[in-house]
């Protein structure tokens, strides 16, 4: 009889318990969970990086048009797909030495569509005649 109860005790101790098992599904389930999150989380960040740049490239092109302020005050178009608006603004203007023409310093802001999240705006000064 003393044989079976060291038996049964060492049985006991010998594997895991249905409890300890389950405990430790559900921590590694809770870990896949949280780096799941994370991936998709980090997807999200990088495809608004990326559209936040292809509108930041949007505005330089538009910027680096011929500016004209006799164009009119608002101009807006579309490049790749991505609508833009372009509003000057005279802030002041001044004669050059030179006797030509006059010279306005114009507050520019290009607004560029983000899908999927607020518009990009560039603001910047600009020289042109008037």
Avoid: C
């Avoid at 009889?1 to 300890?20: C, I, N, Q, T």
């Avoid at 969970?33 to 538009?62: C, F, I, P, S, Y």
């Avoid at 607004?111 to 518009?119: C, F, M």
């Amino acid at each position: 009889m003393v044989r079976r109860a060291a038996f049964s005790r060492h049985s006991r101790d010998a594997g895991f318990v249905l409890v300890e098992a389950l405990v430790a599904v559900a921590i590694l389930a809770a870990i896949g969970g949280l780096v799941a999150r994370h991936l998709v989380d980090t997807r999200q960040m990088e495809l608004r990086a990326q559209n936040v740049m292809k509108a930041r490239l949007v505005a330089d092109a538009v910027l680096a048009s011929a500016f004209d302020p006799a164009d009119g005050a608002s101009q807006s178009g579309a490049i790749d797909g991505r609508r833009w608006v372009l509003d000057m603004a005279l802030e002041r203007s001044a004669s050059p030495r030179d006797g030509g023409a006059p010279l306005g310093l114009y507050d520019v802001r290009v607004t560029v569509e983000v899908p999927g999240d607020k518009p990009l705006a560039i603001l910047t000064r600009r020289v042109g005649r008037l």
